[in-house]
């Protein structure tokens, strides 16, 4: 199949939005109505249809293998205005690069597309069977999962509103646009020790927020201290922000705090339990167990991107859902021979 320009996509598909997020809904609109006309059987069905399950699907569809993407169409960078390190795409907001993928991805004949959520997912005799929540049945002779992880969010007023805008996971995605600011970590423990002082490389104005009586060793409070860290015990009410770019911290029964950058690592559980279900091993960290092929402990069932992985980044997502998707592939070769 000859490649499509956008604007002969759109010709073609009808899909004529000029928004970002329109043709990306419209055209899953458009591939559920066309999966009514095709069978239910694939050799691969992907769950999760963003950076890796792209990724994974584009390297299946380019070795001409049946593919099945299903995707429930919640990314966990969605809340972020712009998405950075990765290179190509740099500055971009994170749908418009699930957006040209998807476009890119589409391109291939054998690849199709259902917006929905899996629920379910069985063994069969000659491979899987995955449901979902409309009650579609779909099989599989193998599976992939790119389904992601779920951020906690720590019950705090404003929270969940700063995610992603100026409250922050990683200062590889983010750190570069607030450098130099007076920046908190809210964090205790070891891992607030390890955050606060890893984030002195981008400004020396770190403020560590325990939300409670600290849990530091002495050790490490004398650490932070050398490098000019302070530590704040009290009790966190609330951040106030103006849509979710953060104004001041609130603390309980104390005055507020001006500050404009946070980062948080929050816990998390896997976005999609079928893994689990299907007798997949998670390791210690709650990652889906992979090998180097991005193989899980169950044969045929693959898993990419950030549900096998602490390195949370687009780059590494797409570079696993690669390797997914052409191991994937290899072993329909050799199981020919
Ligand atoms: C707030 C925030 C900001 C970030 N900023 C950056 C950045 O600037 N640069 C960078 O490189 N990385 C950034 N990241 C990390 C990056 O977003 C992730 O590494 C990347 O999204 C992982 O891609 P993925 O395909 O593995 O998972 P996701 O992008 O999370 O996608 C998983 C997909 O699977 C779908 N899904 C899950 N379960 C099911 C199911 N049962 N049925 C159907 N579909 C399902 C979901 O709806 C979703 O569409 C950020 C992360 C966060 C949380």
Request: a positive charge.
């Amino acid at each position: 199949m000859t490649s499509l320009t956008r604007r002969e996509f759109i010709k073609q598909t009808g899909v004529a939005s000029t928004t970002l997020v329109a043709p990306f809904y419209l055209t899953n609109l458009s591939s559920n109505k066309k999966m009514e006309k095709n069978n239910t059987h694939f050799d691969v069905i992907i769950v999760g249809g963003s950076y890796s399950g792209l990724a994974a699907g584009m390297a299946l569809g380019r070795a001409l293998r049946k593919v099945l993407i299903i995707d429930s169409g919640k990314p966990c960078n969605r809340q972020t205005p712009h998405s950075h390190n990765f290179i190509t795409q740099d500055g971009k907001t994170p749908q418009a690069i699930a957006e040209l993928a998807k476009l890119q991805v589409q391109q291939y004949p054998t690849v199709s597309f259902f917006e929905g959520l899996a629920i379910q997912g069985a063994k069969t005799k000659d491979g899987f069977e995955i449901q979902t929540k409309s009650g579609k049945i779909f099989q599989a002779k193998q599976l992939i999962f790119a389904s992601g992880i779920k951020d906690i969010f720590p019950d705090i007023e404003g929270f969940a509103q700063c995610w992603g805008i100026s409250i922050l996971h990683c200062p590889y995605c983010h750190g570069y646009e607030v450098r130099n600011k007076p920046t908190g970590i809210l964090g205790n423990g070891e891992l607030g020790f390890e955050f606060a002082r890893f984030i002195t490389n981008w400004t020396k104005d770190v403020t560590l927020y325990t939300n409670g009586p600290s849990t530091l060793t002495a050790d490490q409070t004398t650490k932070l201290k050398n490098l000019n860290i302070k530590i704040e015990e009290a009790h966190i009410k609330r951040f106030i922000h103006e849509k979710g770019h953060l104004k001041h911290i609130q603390f309980k029964g104390r005055d507020t705090t001006a500050i404009s950058v946070i980062y948080a690592k929050v816990p998390f559980v896997q976005h999609c339990g079928i893994p689990e279900t299907l007798g997949c091993v998670l390791n210690e960290d709650g990652f889906l167990q992979v090998d180097p092929k991005q193989q899980t402990s169950v044969e045929g069932v693959y898993a990419c991107g950030d549900n096998t992985t602490r390195m949370r980044t687009v780059a590494n997502a797409v570079s696993m859902g690669t390797t997914a998707g052409m191991m994937s592939n290899k072993a329909f070769v050799l199981s020919n021979f």
